[in-house]
């Protein structure tokens, strides 16, 4: 056990907040280790510290850099791909109340309430033997291309992820954001075709981006779309570069942006209200957004941001795990290939608690 585990193993004997997170392609783990168990709330986003937001963020929950520890160590290149336990699996929301969910919100669609809905649910699954220096290591492991991350407050609970998704990165006025939506599994096919509903989804996203970045940012480009492996699925994604037109707007983006039609819909608010009102569940943590807020940890540079939507994640709670998964709803959506969808996307904490 690494110093830096041993730094966890004492934090949560002591019910003290903490947190781990590995980049993508990073070498580096980074432990922030708080010395209380304060519950900080951003004021003015000019804190620095660790964020981790939930998709109802009216109050943003960070471990403040002032008031923590930092460790760095490097990551261990050893495999974790231990060898498979017996898992019960229990869906908190079935496949057929999942399916009605789609076909609900398709005629929604249809409508005209809104043009695309990001719906989601749990799973419940049982890890009698759960251990975070295993678990964060074959995150680290099976995902390479992803941000992984362990985070705990005894007033939140213990939360851990592999996300594909970039939130937004900045460096002093420059911004850099991306646009991820579509999915397909990774097949020992060469080629990778999209259908039209995965397209038009994508494309939906950048809009919503590009038009909420218009009248904050600058010299915004978009890259072409182009195909991106994470895990054992294909996603279509665009990069989206811009020059903030003040430091201080990272704010006013950050809300402009969250939660982004990637994991809520188009128009927002229509798209949010039909969610709080159909899904049947708190999402709490999933699909907010979190990391590092106007610091670097690594090198503690100062005005850089590096934030991550949370997606692939799960809670722990005791012997068990919680793992929510999601997938956008446009007119063309079919209520069970939705739902495997969500099979699918679930793999990914699955592949590192079994």
């Known amino acids: 056990m690494t110093d830096l585990f041993i730094k966890v193993k004492t934090h949560q004997e002591q019910q003290l907040p903490f947190v781990l997170f590995c980049k993508p392609d990073s070498d580096r783990i980074v432990g922030v280790f708080q010395k209380n168990d304060h519950l900080y709330f951003l004021e003015n986003f000019e804190e620095k510290g660790f964020v981790f937001a939930p998709?109802?963020?009216?109050?943003?929950?960070?471990?403040?850099?002032?008031?923590s520890d930092v460790y760095v160590d490097s990551v261990n290149s050893s495999d974790y791909l231990l060898k498979k336990?017996?898992?019960?699996?229990?869906?908190?929301?079935?496949?057929?109340?999942?399916?009605?969910?789609?076909?609900?919100?398709?005629?929604?669609?249809?409508e005209n309430k809104f043009s695309k809905v990001v719906l989601s649910r749990k799973e419940e699954i049982a890890i009698p033997d759960f251990d975070i220096e295993i678990?964060?290591?074959?995150?680290?492991?099976?995902?390479?291309?992803?941000?992984?991350?362990?985070?705990?407050?005894?007033?939140?609970?213990?939360?851990?992820?592999?996300?594909?998704?970039?939130?937004?990165?900045t460096n002093g006025n420059s911004l850099k954001t991306v646009a991820l939506a579509g999915t397909q599994l990774a097949t020992n096919s060469a080629a990778i075709i999209w259908n039209d509903k995965e397209k038009i989804e994508q494309q939906l996203v950048t809009d919503f981006i590009v038009d909420s970045l218009e009248d904050l940012a600058k010299e915004i480009t978009i890259s072409s779309p182009y195909s991106v492996k994470a895990g054992n699925l294909w996603h279509i994604k665009t990069d989206i570069l811009a020059q903030l037109k003040?430091?201080?707007?990272?704010?006013?983006?950050?809300?402009?942006?969250?939660?982004?039609?990637?994991?809520?819909?188009?128009?927002?608010?229509?798209?949010?209200?039909?969610?709080?009102?159909?899904?049947?569940?708190?999402?709490?943590?999933?699909?907010?957004?979190?990391?590092?807020?106007?610091?670097?940890?690594?090198?503690?540079?100062?005005?850089?941001?590096?934030?991550?939507?949370?997606?692939?994640?799960?809670?722990?709670?005791?012997?068990?795990?919680?793992?929510?998964?999601?997938?956008?709803?446009?007119?063309?959506?079919?209520?069970?290939?939705?739902?495997?969808?969500?099979?699918?996307?679930?793999?990914?904490?699955?592949?590192?608690?079994?």
């Open 135 to 169: 678990t964060m290591n074959k995150m680290i492991s099976l995902y390479s291309n992803a941000f992984k991350y362990c985070f705990f407050h005894p007033k939140i609970g213990t939360w851990l992820g592999a996300t594909p998704e970039q939130f937004l990165k």
């Open 85 to 110: 336990k017996d898992s019960t699996i229990n869906s908190a929301i079935s496949n057929d109340f999942f399916e009605d969910l789609v076909a609900k919100a398709v005629k929604a669609i249809k």
């Open 246 to 354: 003040s430091k201080k707007s990272i704010k006013k983006i950050i809300l402009a942006l969250h939660p982004t039609s990637a994991v809520c819909g188009l128009p927002k608010e229509e798209a949010k209200e039909f969610i709080n009102q159909n899904e049947g569940y708190n999402r709490e943590y999933y699909s907010g957004f979190l990391g590092e807020l106007n610091i670097d940890f690594v090198t503690f540079r100062t005005l850089q941001t590096d934030l991550f939507v949370n997606l692939r994640c799960m809670k722990v709670i005791k012997n068990k795990a919680q793992l929510f998964v999601g997938c956008g709803i446009t007119k063309d959506s079919n209520p069970v290939d939705e739902y495997m969808e969500t099979v699918n996307k679930s793999m990914t904490m699955k592949k590192i608690i079994n």
């Open 55 to 67: 998709f109802d963020a009216e109050e943003i929950p960070f471990i403040p850099l002032e008031h």
